[in-house]
């Protein structure tokens, strides 16, 4: 069975900082992919951050210079680091990766139970 924990989030100020991790963890042959997205009540999820196995990344609009996304590959952990919060950011935060659960199968995205991450003015 294929987990994502997640970690962080909570109670934050304006201007502020926050920094989310998730950790894969159960039974798969590799992890390609990974990344946060968001949703805000009413509104559409949306992608904060990826970061491929090689390190390339790829940040939504709401997140350019804000944001930055890491990974430890030995620990199948991805890291969300975002600065300079404001009230928009308020929203559940979900992690999500691709895995190859086992070898020769195709690849298939799981996420995590979401974290909530509130902004205050």
């Known amino acids: 069975q294929v987990q994502l924990v997640e970690s962080g989030g909570g109670l934050e100020q304006a201007g502020g900082s926050l920094r989310l991790s998730c950790a894969a963890s159960?039974?798969?042959?590799?992890?390609?992919?990974m990344g946060w997205y968001r949703q805000a009540p009413g509104k559409q999820r949306e992608l904060v951050a990826t970061?491929?196995?090689?390190?390339?990344?790829d940040y939504g609009d709401s997140a350019k210079g804000r944001a930055t996304i890491s990974r430890d590959n030995n620990k199948n952990t991805v890291y969300l680091q975002m600065n300079s919060l404001r009230p928009e950011d308020t929203a559940v935060y979900y992690c999500?990766?691709?895995?190859?659960?086992?070898?020769?199968?195709?690849?298939?995205?799981?996420w995590g139970q979401g974290t909530q991450v509130t902004v205050s003015s």
């Open positions: 999500a990766a691709d895995f190859i659960v086992t070898c020769g199968s195709g690849q298939k995205k799981y």
């Open positions: 159960g039974s798969f042959f590799s992890v390609n992919a």
């Open positions: 970061i491929t196995s090689g390190r390339n990344t």
